[in-house]
């Protein structure tokens, strides 16, 4: 009987060493810099210490620390994320549950909507005019939510739509200007014109594929908003009509069209651009500093994204980045929002961009990195950002849409079946995780 | 001295019991409870019980019966080609007079590779333009698009997966091999049994235990693939490689419907286990009862 007894206290007291992580916030003194007479405040991030981002991110923490000493004292702690997304978020899951989420964290921009919808962050407090105008639009237009702003980002991205001015040149094509892109008709012609010459360098017109993940959604969704669609409804509650509109069916329709006629390579080819043999590729902004350091032969332009014929000028170009929140354990509201602002400022996006090469967030952190200014890709992206920024659907349901748009977007372009027809099955299974939302 | 030895005895059992308890038994537990509830991991405090909805729904789940089917498609290829191949190679270096360590060495490599770094291998082998396709173009075969077709893409990963993890049987069929009686085959000679005669009479009946053991763990392993399908495919194209244990990690990590991927899990369990029953049922004979245990325990 006895030895029961031991056994259940050993076991209890490993379950409280190994559960009851669940931390505390220290006293001062206990965690080197934070003071007596200074407020804690916990902030997550979704990187690892050692690389460039963690660093920026360190460097924020401690300039935070230095601006506001006396007052507040900023705690970092790095949560690594895995590329399929867990790690991190398993972590934000179990506080939930077990409670000890940070004053701030990470989330990344398409899931701001869930985590606002389940009480996981709040809203920030009021930023004057002025503040929320230091922002892109794209920015604040992704962290918001039925009209209160959850969150903050210090990067934005984009998509370009590169081109290799010596295919462009040979082949006598004019590249048009932002606000005169090419249509899905004019494109088509230009493909069409391309692809002899295309062959001849045993490549496609155009580098493209339909991956698996996020960026499906991410890369082509602008195909759906220029034409005057959108995925979900405007509370991000409702997808009959919206996601299976007849502009997100033509959209899909357009993107089989060049695959049937041979403008891409059904089987996704590696560096088919970068090596010259295609003459267009999408692919994140990211590909300009690639191009820059290892295919310094390649002469590269950024073209405007291609619209719907029906375009109306308004926005429809790719956006969204990791943000910061504050989390809905934070007592303090103002003092998490000044790290909130602190973190994706202008100095914090100036260091972002020079660490790790994700576009800043903010206009004067744009205007203070010359590259924008002086090299037109880089200028390109930012204005068709600044421009034409559209911020990704917004629903608590995000990571069943974007599987969904990529799942069409396979079974359609590549395996040929009827795009609405897909189109309202996946409709059904968004519903299914809508339910909840609409229930409660 | 009783009481000491008990003591004793709970010392050492005491901290495997601790852990087990709460990273195996405890969350074995908290998953059947789970499967009965409509727990979202965002938001744990509007958990509701269901009773059966979520077992009645994951089977009107189309992509679920897909996923399912997905999985005993893999384990119908991988089965068979692994245990066989295991053997064979077994029996190929059991006999090869050179280089036994190289060839050891080298089918075994792939076992201690980790499985995403092997999968990325075998993308740029798979690719349109990779050595698969090269060597295809010298025989004059048309490029394949192997991964990146629906109907070719489950046997790419499956033959994949079959190069990776034979080496670990081959070792265990190489153990068995080894531990066979020289004699029986020096009576076998003697009596001038042929070759295939040894093999079926002799070489077989002492590895059954073994092929048993063997048959088991590949099945299930098979059922459990996931890392192979998650590098190379993403569950695509059009679903044809997306795996139960895919749609679990997805329901449960991606769309935080943990009550729902807990059901899934169940359901899985319960399939897997009913399987491994059979298959011990099977592939027992009488004889093969009392020592066949003793001798797969011991390997």
């Known amino acids: ?440 | 001295m009783k009481k000491k030895n008990s003591i004793m005895g709970m010392a050492f059992f005491g901290p495997a019991l601790v852990l087990l308890t709460i990273f195996l038994f405890l969350p074995m537990v908290l998953t059947l409870v789970f499967s009965f509830t409509d727990y979202f991991a965002l938001n744990p405090e509007l958990t509701h019980f269901v009773g059966l909805e979520n077992y009645l729904n994951i089977f009107k789940d189309e992509l679920f019966v897909q996923s399912f089917l997905n999985t005993v498609k893999f384990v119908i290829i991988i089965v068979p080609c692994q245990c066989i191949g295991a053997l064979v190679l077994a029996l190929a270096i059991n006999k090869a007079a050179h280089c036994k360590k190289y060839f050891k060495v080298a089918f075994f490599v792939p076992v201690v590779m980790s499985l995403a770094v092997v999968s990325t291998l075998w993308m740029q082998i798979y690719s349109p333009e990779g050595i698969l396709n090269t060597l295809l173009a010298n025989f004059g075969i048309d490029a394949q698009p192997f991964i990146h077709n629906a109907s070719q893409a489950l046997p790419s990963i499956a033959v994949m997966s079959v190069w990776q993890g034979v080496g670990y049987q081959m070792i265990i069929f190489l153990g068995g091999l080894q531990n066979i009686n020289p004699a029986l085959y020096e009576a076998a000679e003697m009596d001038h049994a042929s070759s295939w005669q040894q093999f079926k009479d002799i070489t077989l009946p002492e590895l059954k235990p073994l092929c048993v053991f063997v048959f088991i763990t590949v099945t299930i392993g098979a059922f459990r693939m996931l890392v192979q399908p998650m590098v190379m495919t993403g569950g695509g194209p059009d679903h044809s490689t997306y795996t139960i244990v895919y749609d679990i990690y997805e329901t449960g990590t991606v769309n935080w419907e943990m009550g729902l991927a807990s059901t899934m899990a169940i359901v899985f369990t319960v399939f897997v286990v009913i399987l491994t029953i059979i298959q011990n049922v099977l592939t027992k004979d009488k004889e093969g009862k009392k020592h066949g245990i003793k001798k797969a325990k011991a390997n």
């Not at chain 1, 916990?42 to 460039?52: A, L, N, Q, R």
């Not at chain 1, 105008?133 to 990067?155: F, K, R």
């Open chain 1, 1 to 440: 009987m006895k030895k029961w007894r031991l056994c259940l206290g050993a076991a209890v007291l490993a379950a409280a060493c190994l559960t009851g992580c669940q931390q505390k916030d220290p006293e001062p003194g206990e965690v080197a810099g934070y003071d007596e007479g200074e407020e804690y405040l916990s902030i997550w991030v979704h990187s690892i210490e050692d690389t460039e981002e963690g660093q920026a991110y360190r460097e924020s923490v401690e300039s935070f620390n230095e601006a506001f000493d006396g007052q507040y004292f900023a705690d970092i702690e790095f949560v690594p994320r895995n590329d399929s997304g867990g790690g991190y978020s398993d972590k934000v899951n179990a506080s939930v549950m077990a409670g000890g989420l940070p004053d701030v964290l990470t989330v990344d921009g398409p899931n701001i909507s869930a985590y606002a919808a389940n009480g996981i962050i709040q809203p920030l407090a009021d930023l004057t005019e002025e503040e929320e105008g230091a922002y892109l639009p794209s920015i604040i237009e992704q962290g918001t939510v039925n009209d209160d702003l959850y969150a903050l980002g210090v990067m934005e991205s984009s998509v370009g739509f590169y081109y290799n001015k010596d295919i462009i040149e040979e082949a006598g094509i004019e590249i048009p200007d932002a606000d005169h892109p090419w249509t899905w008709s004019e494109f088509l012609d230009i493909l069409e014109d391309l692809k002899p010459l295309m062959d001849k360098k045993d490549g496609y017109p155009l580098d493209m594929t339909f991956p698996v993940g996020e960026t499906s959604i991410y890369y082509y969704a602008p195909f759906v908003w220029s034409g005057g669609g959108e995925l979900v409804s405007d509370d991000g509650l409702e997808v009959d009509g919206y996601f299976n509109s007849e502009t997100t069916a033509a959209a899909m329709d357009y993107f089989r069209t060049i695959v049937e006629n041979g403008y891409m390579s059904e089987a996704p080819i590696d560096h088919l651009f970068e090596s010259g043999r295609a003459a267009f590729k999408f692919d994140g902004a990211w590909e300009v500093n690639t191009v820059y350091t290892s295919y310094p032969d390649l002469n590269l332009g950024v073209a405007p994204y291609v619209v719907s014929d029906d375009w109306d000028g308004g926005t429809y170009t790719p956006t969204g980045s990791w943000a910061f929140a504050a989390s809905s354990e934070t007592e303090d509201i103002g003092a998490a929002t000044e790290l909130v602002k602190w973190m994706s400022g202008v100095d914090s996006g100036i260091r972002i961009w020079e660490m790790t090469k994700n576009f800043p967030s903010t206009y004067e952190a744009f205007e203070n990195i010359d590259v924008f200014q002086t090299d037109e890709n880089y200028n390109a992206l930012y204005e068709q950002l600044t421009n034409y920024g559209h911020p990704r659907p917004k629903t608590p349901v995000y990571p069943q849409v974007s599987t969904s748009f990529q799942e069409v977007l396979e079974s359609v372009a590549l395996g040929g079946k009827d795009a609405q027809t897909e189109l309202d099955k996946q409709v059904e299974r968004i519903d299914q995780k809508l339910e909840r939302y609409v229930r409660e």
